[in-house]
């Protein structure tokens, strides 16, 4: 079930056995049958780190939703809430609880499960609505770095950005800390943390200081990872915003990927039954899951949308042909040999099937005049190209009203690469914003000014140019079917943060300080002892592992570019990527945006 | 031999086996390399997006689909998923199964069951998924409970845990691993603030946010304020604290002891969005005027509620005269929805479509909104442009891109440009005696050809092949103009007149 997670340099099977171990051990304090009410939201991270059988096991004969309202019937002992501790919950909780009947035998008894913790504020809460004392067992289940693939964590906290850099609210640097010394206890001391940006800087604190108050906490493992890489969204505003074009990122961007699974419109999937042609064609979106368990998608996902197509016919042909063999198969031990390779050939070649939808379904995005003109323009601007002026497409897309995300992704990434706008400019853009989408955005346009996304160039000096040629984040030959550089994940832009990851790697950032300097918030490197004995001695040849934890958020193509310097022969780094979400420029300002609609209590 | 292989063709062909077959089959693929794009400079990197490698996509489509008749999709217990693709066996697949008290056990039965689980999902508010402080707090908004201090009794659970003593650090500790922990020891200023600094130490919003509560009930506010303002982290959470639980009050006193006048002003503003009464909306953002805005925000402030004042006279006014049935305008095109709230640039719109003949002296006429809201030339032009192609009066967009000089002389302008004009027009459908006049009017020759072309306005096309004296992209042109047409006599004659140079 979760062999992809074994398949890269960590294992991450120990983490998610040491999360499925921690979920048995609540379960089996509440004795007897049991029901589970869950918080919608959580159902997706959960189900990366156990499935219903688990749950069955240790007596769980139910599950509902959470929702207000009577509870609906269940003849068991206990039921249990898993919930986020969030007040709008509580309520609903509240309103379960009371409308329990009372007088129904056996009773049945009530526990919570706080995810990822309990909630001092929530228990509260609770107790004014003179519901506590129903509850039996309040626990807390700290599901801090949930695994997703075999290299890459998400903490799934959608909100982790704003909070950090809008509300400098730091509890989700709390819970990354949290979820460092977790992989620390499973995986060895880091010896070596660098960092780069303000939450960087205090997460590395946090952890250094949780050390030395648990000295338990000092193991005896062997360390898995050689470097810790912290760094901060804000230290590369710039990444996010540009559209990405590897598969996986165009897939993300176009139909938007949630707990490694998509919602893709049905009409490609459709099974075509002869003579019933049309009929019958389901309404209800195709839902898969994306991972590197499936061999294919492991080969496709990281590469250039352009690169994809080549890949897929080339997979067919060798399909085809292992069908065709079916008519050389001519002795009985010949076809019983076919026959038994049938299940492989069937999986692959629907696998095959689903990517070649996917494919065709992506592809009529990216040949539409709209995409080709968008991503011009953000070209245009990652190479520094006009960005001090006014620019013609998005004052036209202001004007077809095209989605008020889209407008904001693209002025932003205008700021971020003239190191902000001109006052006329910025004022221009705010103005027809406001007069075409509704003069409430003002709201959101402060909390974007606030992020930094947005700003007025102050000191009337533009350092975009000087980073970008330091870094080489503009390339202008670049491969995208053979890549020999990370800049083919955006075609032609390479990810400011990943080439920090490369460069730290090799020559090391001594050579790039005046950079860092340009770029926001400090850089530091630590150092963890480790006991004599757990030092490694590297052998020859062997890659180092270096674990780089984005915090605010990280995109699929920044992803891709990291798993290509793994792959590089010459590289001697192998990366395991940490984050608090996985964002794109579209979730990420739309979790920036002031929310317009009245919350719905 | 042949016959085993035959058996075994009949045997694959005959099974119940049936292949996945892609919906559509024809070729629209090819065409798009065969659509130029109408652009400037392109980067060069931008083309190889462009050409996707439709040839391979198309092949592995072709391969897959060859495959018919070779295997099966239906019986495939290879991946167990459901049709949503949920894996068998996967928690929120188990939600929906466990929770269908019917023990319908078809598949039929799972899918209703789906069906009804997922809109039962819209009770719950699944936008944010956050852990921490920001979320905590949505609940409290409307109920106005304000005391909500952490737990001081200890429930039974705690006993034996419980201590009297625990040091400011070990408190902060015990409450971060979630255990319930007194306060109300802390008595001195210097204790609580040894607690509050202990708790920020730690950047964990929960304990914090715990320990200013505790703070603000027991702290005189002069000093909770004056002892925030030198920790700047713990003031952040209380500020944010307070924006969640609506305690506007407290919060914008808060802002203006720290001279923080323009957050001030905005957060008062933010307020408007929970007021539904527009009258009242109004009177508010009347108040929000004077609020110390930045330079840059007040005169949008100040246009934001011009707009809405002037909206409600306009909406009064439109819905009287539509119940009145006597306006053939709103009998013709009833209103869909109220103009109430809506942007600026779409009140233009609606405007420009119910009241375009108005004279500048009313409220509800486009050119008295353009000369309030100073809307510039453009947006002006686009937008009674779409109002007016809209309804189809075709005079109406002449008059509007018609200027006269100081001689009296009329000439066609369009600050939008001409190609824009076309695109909208043909959007609404124009005849093409109407787009002609408009294409004819674009200034690039090849934005003008290709529009022309696309158009099928054949006369512009005609005559711009002819001033560019391109005699054969003219006979090339003569198959596309219907047989014995005007378009084809002209373009004879065209070719038969001596007097014309052709460059080719």
Known sequence: MAAHLSSGRVNLTALREAGRRELREFLDKCAGSKAIVWDEYLTGPFGLIAQYSLLKEHEVEKMFTLKPGRLPQADVRNIIFFVRPRLELMDIITDNVRREDRGRSPQRDFHILFVPRRSLLCEQWLKEQGVLGSFIHREQYSLDLIPFDGDLLSMESESAFKECYLESDQTSLYHAAKGLMTLQALYGTIPQIFGKGECARHVANMMIRMKREFPGSQNSIFPVFDTLLLLDRNVDLLTPLATQLTYEGLIDEIYGIQNTYVKLPPEKFAPKKQGEGGKDLPTEPKKLQLNSAEELYAEIRDKNFNAVGSVLSKKAKIISAAFEERHHAKTVGEIKQFVSQLPHMQAARSSLANHTSIAELIKDITTSEDFFDNLTVEQEFMSGIDTDKVNNYIEDCIAQKHSLIKILRLVCLQSVCNNGLKQKVLDHYKREILQTYGYEHILTLNNLEKAGLLKLQTGGRNNYPTIRKTLRLWMDDVNEQNPNDISYVYSGYAPLSVRLAQLLARPGWRSIEEVLKMLPGPHFEERQQLPTGLQKKRQHGENRVTLVFFLGGVTYAEIAALRFLSQMEDGGTEYVIATTKLINGTTWIKSLMEKLEPAPF | ?504
Not at chain 2, 62 to 91: C, F, H, Q, T, Y
Not at chain 2, 422 to 439: F, S, T
Not at chain 2, 458 to 474: A, E, N, P, S
């Open chain 2, 1 to 504: 031999m042949s016959r085993a292989r035959a058996d075994e063709e009949e045997y694959w062909h005959s099974s119940k086996f049936r292949a996945f077959t892609f919906d559509d089959e024809d070729d629209e693929l090819s065409q798009v390399g065969a659509q130029p794009p109408t652009r400037l400079t392109p980067p060069r990197t931008v083309l190889c997006v462009q050409t996707v490698s439709l040839p391979q996509l198309k092949e592995s489509k072709r391969a897959v689909n060859s495959l018919r008749d070779i295997v099966d999709d239906d019986d495939d217990d290879l991946e167990k998923v459901s049709w949503s693709g949920e894996p068998v066996g996967s928690i929120s697949w188990s939600i929906k199964e466990t929770a269908s008290s019917s023990s319908s056990s078809s598949l039929e039965g799972r899918d209703t069951s789906l069906q009804k689980g997922s809109s039962s999902y819209a009770a719950l508010p699944k936008q944010v998924s956050s852990y921490s402080l920001s979320s905590l707090f949505k609940a409290f908004s409307d109920t106005g409970v304000k005391n909500y201090a952490p737990e001081l009794r200890r429930p039974k659970a705690e006993y034996k845990d419980y201590s009297n003593d625990w040091s400011p650090r070990d408190t902060v500790r015990r409450m971060q691993r979630g255990k319930v922990c007194s306060l109300e020891r802390f008595r001195s200023l210097q204790d609580k603030l040894v607690l509050l600094d202990e708790a920020v130490a730690r950047h964990d919003g929960n304990v914090i946010t715990a320990v200013l509560i505790f703070l603000k009930r027991t702290l005189r506010r002069e000093v909770l304020f004056r002892e925030l303002e030198v920790r700047q982290v713990a003031l952040c959470h209380l500020i944010h604290f307070l924006k969640e639980t609506g305690e506007q009050k407290l919060l914008l006193d808060l802002l203006r002891f720290l001279d923080r006048t323009e957050e001030v002003a905005l957060s008062q503003y933010r307020e408007h969005l929970n007021i539904q009464d527009v009258e009242k909306k109004r009177e508010f953002l009347k108040g929000c005027i004077g609020l110390p805005f930045s330079a840059e925000d007040i005169s949008h402030i100040q246009d934001h509620y011009t707009l809405l004042e002037r909206q409600i006279i306009i909406e009064t006014n439109d819905r009287h005269l539509e119940m009145a049935g006597q306006s053939e305008i709103f009998r013709k095109y009833p209103r869909k929805a109220s103009i109430l709230n809506m942007p600026l640039v779409t009140t233009l719109f609606y405007s420009c479509f119910y009241h375009y003949t108005e004279a500048e002296g009313t409220f509800s006429s486009p050119s008295n909104l353009k000369k309030t809201f100073k809307i510039p030339d453009k947006q002006y032009v686009l937008t009674a442009l779409a109002a007016r192609a809209k309804l189809r009066a075709w005079e109406d967009v002449d008059a509007l891109l018609t200027t006269k000089n100081w001689l009296g002389y009329t000439k066609k302008k369009a600050p939008i440009g001409f190609h824009r004009v076309v695109e909208i027009l043909q959007r609404n459908n124009a005849p093409v005696q109407v787009l002609q006049e408009y294409v004819r009017l674009v200034e690039d020759v090849e934005t003008r050809l290709n529009l022309a072309t696309k158009y099928k306005c054949h006369d512009v096309v005609i005559d711009t092949y002819r001033d560019l004296k391109d005699r054969i992209q003219l006979m090339a042109y003569k198959c596309k103009v219907e047989r014995g047409s005007a378009e084809e006599e002209k373009i004879n004659s065209l070719l038969n007149n001596m007097q014309i140079r052709w460059k080719n």
